[in-house]
T-cell receptor, first 116, second 113 residues
Framework: GAGVSQSPRYKVAKRGQDVALRCDPISGHVSLFWYQQALGQGPEFLTYFQNEAQLDKSGLPSDRFFAERPEGSVSTLKIQRTQQEDSAVYLC??????????????FGDGTRLSIL | AQTVTQSQPEMSVQEAETVTLSCTYDTSENNYYLFWYKQPPSRQMILVIRQEAYKQQNATENRFSVNFQKAAKSFSLKISDSQLGDTAMYFCAFMNYGNQFYFGTGTSLTVIP
């Protein structure tokens, strides 16, 4: 596609349920990032992939959060046993292979997750 | 750890006027990148401008320019000839060479017709 695609756009779940958020990066983009953006805040880094390798997961807030990118393209962010504090917009971004900010990140529209 | 501070939660500017958004950051690294992103209500983050720390020349993109002061760790965004479409949240961001990205808390800019 022309841009980064995220689905679903909105997700409502009951506390304790598991959720899966999908990200389709721009074709050919090697790097993929996940961010969590709480209401009124800036995005916070969760994890980073280069192809299928998860090179940095230091931002994942707990072991309930898990991300994968098995074939180096589509990525899924899974949250198990959701809690109310998980309510946020989850943003995905992708970029061509590059060092640091050499290649700009292109963001998707995000998934707004609401935990009841 | 890197931190990015935007001390202006909200700003407004008259259409066609100039406005400057402030950003400071804290890092012990010498090489890094700085960015300004725009996030309209539609939510998609759009890159406005980028600055490499090793470059002394300030980046410019049409009506957008930055004032990068490396020693002071300051990275302000100037928007000239403001347009109604510039109304959005603006985020300052820092990225190190390890691809770790840090955003500020944002400045909500309103352009008044």
């Amino acid at each position: 596609g022309a841009g980064v695609s995220q689905s679903p756009r909105y997700k409502v779940a009951k506390r304790g349920q598991d959720v899966a958020l999908r990200c389709d990066p721009i074709s050919g983009h090697v790097s993929l990032f996940w961010y969590q953006q709480a209401l009124g805040q800036g995005p916070e880094f969760l994890t980073y992939f280069q192809n299928e390798a998860q090179l940095d997961k230091s931002g994942l807030p707990s072991d309930r959060f898990f991300a994968e990118r098995p074939e180096g393209s589509v990525s899924t962010l899974k949250i198990q046993r959701t809690q109310q504090e998980d309510s946020a917009v989850y943003l995905c971004a992708s970029s061509l292979e590059g060092q640091g900010g050499d290649q700009p990140q292109h963001f998707g529209d995000g998934t707004r997750l609401s935990i009841l | 750890a890197q931190t990015v501070t935007q001390s202006q939660p909200e700003m407004s500017v008259q259409e066609a006027e100039t406005v400057t958004l402030s950003c400071t950051y804290d890092t012990s690294e010498n090489n890094y990148y700085l960015f300004w992103y725009k996030q309209p209500p539609s939510r998609q983050m759009i890159l406005v401008i980028r600055q490499e720390a090793y470059k002394q020349q300030n980046a410019t993109e049409n009506r957008f320019s930055v004032n990068f002061q490396k020693a002071a760790k300051s990275f302000s965004l100037k928007i000239s000839d403001s347009q109604l479409g510039d109304t959005a949240m603006y985020f300052c961001a820092f990225m190190n060479y390890g691809n770790q990205f840090y955003f500020g808390t944002g400045t909500s800019l309103t352009v008044i017709p």
